[in-house]
């Protein structure tokens, strides 16, 4: 059967700091700009998870894309939205919350979840300028 890649995007707030401990406050200050911000800064996140896979001849779907955001939701939404990544969310104890780190932390979530389809890649926007794109390797 031919093989497509489907994509559905989610969305969530979230507030964060970037900073290294073992930097000084002027170094913090001067790699990391105004995301190093002490008192957290908050940004409109938008995820394009896209998932691989064959056909089902049954359905015509690689995977019912409802199905896909109902992953999406439990699996990252629930975790991330509405929440200050570094006070609230375990996954960045210890990880400083870029936008490489969240769509990182991210596919681990994923992947598993999103079985017997193939997660082919992940796109965090971070704002409508910058994104990343993560394939797992
Ligand atoms: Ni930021």
């Not at 375990?90 to 997660?119: D, H, K, M, S």
Request: charged letters at 20%; proline letters at 6%; glycine letters at 6%.
């Amino acid at each position: 059967m031919p093989r497509c890649v489907i994509t559905r995007r989610v969305h969530f707030s979230a507030a964060h700091r970037l900073w290294n401990p073992s930097f000084s406050d002027a170094e913090n200050a001067g790699v990391f700009g105004v995301c190093n911000n002490p008192n957290y800064h908050g940004h409109n996140y938008d995820l394009d998870i896209s998932v691989e896979g064959e056909i089902d001849p049954a359905t015509g779907y690689v995977m019912d894309v409802q199905r896909l955001k109902q992953i999406a939701t439990e699996c990252v939404v629930s975790h991330l939205d509405h929440k200050n990544l570094n006070v609230d969310v375990p996954w960045f104890a210890g990880l400083n919350p870029t936008a490489e780190n969240i769509a990182v932390v991210c596919w681990r979530v994923l992947q598993p979840a999103v079985r017997p389809a193939t997660l082919k890649r992940i796109r965090l926007w971070e704002t409508d300028r910058n994104y990343v794109d993560y394939d797992g390797t």
